[in-house]
């Protein structure tokens, strides 16, 4: 998740707006998910009784199967949605959060790291110790395909503020997200795709998933930077809670991309200005360790 501006490094709760980590929304979650985005939905079938068509002469007619499960968007299916309802806050009690990611093998999602911490908001690894839930494959809530798990295990990137989550779950019919493996180029136009908030002090995820145009301005050692290409809003650019959302590239329009980048933090949405994105080709290397 992406917080405000002096803030946005943290994970983002609605019930407190908490400011430590200069990062884009935060979220957080333990293995045992809090606010699930939903589990994929069966279309369930029957109810009655098929007819007994032996006594007619005619081979009886197949019974259909008792559920089918939808497929996920074939729209940039590697697409994550990370959600949190029991993030412990200090002097007890617990608060809301949420992050975005990309699916980058079977039972890895890549996200910011910040978007898992301790009390302190400090950066953590291992299993939570709050509950996460990530659904992976749609692009609205209400959609019935998809792959919803939970966060049992965190890397957390020794270079950036990247982090690698396990899933409790592997994800089947879903082709991971490449990772860049050289460094972009000023210029180079990305695109953005999350779901954070649609305000930078009204938190709470989107029920769907946000998309943008970015351009590459500048390149630092583990970071880039990227601004709009175009007049920026709410929808179309990292709030709260967009944390670890991918910037990316497609060949085949959107159904499979490569990650060039994700969100840690930036300007107060929807106000102009460049946003600051962990590299993935300086950890390439680290994320296919951790995840094969």
């Known amino acids: 998740m992406r917080t405000t501006s002096d803030r946005r490094r943290r994970f983002r709760a609605r019930a407190v707006a908490v400011a430590v980590l200069v990062g884009a929304g935060i979220a957080f979650a333990n ?9 994929a939905l069966a279309a369930a079938l029957g109810g009655h009784s098929l007819p007994d068509t032996t006594a007619l002469g005619r081979d009886p007619a197949p019974a259909p199967p008792d559920s089918t499960k939808p497929a996920p ?3 940039l299916p590697f697409n994550a949605k990370l959600t949190s309802d029991d993030i412990p806050v200090q002097g007890g009690g617990v608060r809301d959060g949420a992050c975005s990611g990309s699916l980058v093998a079977p039972q890895w999602v890549v996200t910011a790291g910040h978007c ?29 395909g998809g792959h919803t798990a939970v966060v049992v295990d965190v890397r957390q990137s020794p270079v950036n503020d ?17 990772l860049a493996s050289t460094r972009p180029a000023v210029g180079e136009e990305l695109q953005f795709a999350g779901w954070g908030s649609h305000s930078a002090t009204v938190l709470g995820p989107s029920d769907h998933l946000k998309r943008g ?36 590239v497609s060949d085949d329009n959107d159904r499979t991309a490569r990650l060039i980048a994700i969100v840690n933090t930036g300007p107060p ?14 950890v390439a290397d680290w994320i296919r360790e951790q995840t094969g």
């Open 116 to 144: 898992f911490h301790d009390i302190k908001d400090a950066r953590i690894g291992g299993r939570p110790p709050y509950t996460m839930t990530v659904t992976v494959g749609r692009l609205k809530d209400s959609d019935p």
């Open 73 to 75: 968007s074939p729209i």
């Open 213 to 248: 145009r970015f351009r590459v301005s500048g390149i630092a050692q583990s970071t880039l930077e990227a601004l709009p290409i175009g007049t920026r809003t709410v929808d179309n650019g990292p709030c709260p809670e967009d944390s670890g959302g991918p910037f990316f």
């Open 31 to 39: 293995a045992a998910i809090g606010a699930p985005a939903g589990p």
């Open 162 to 178: 990247l982090a690698v989550a396990k899933l409790s779950t592997p994800v089947d019919g879903i082709t991971p997200v490449e």
């Open 269 to 282: 949405c929807p106000q102009p200005g460049a946003e600051t994105i962990a590299r993935v080709d300086v």
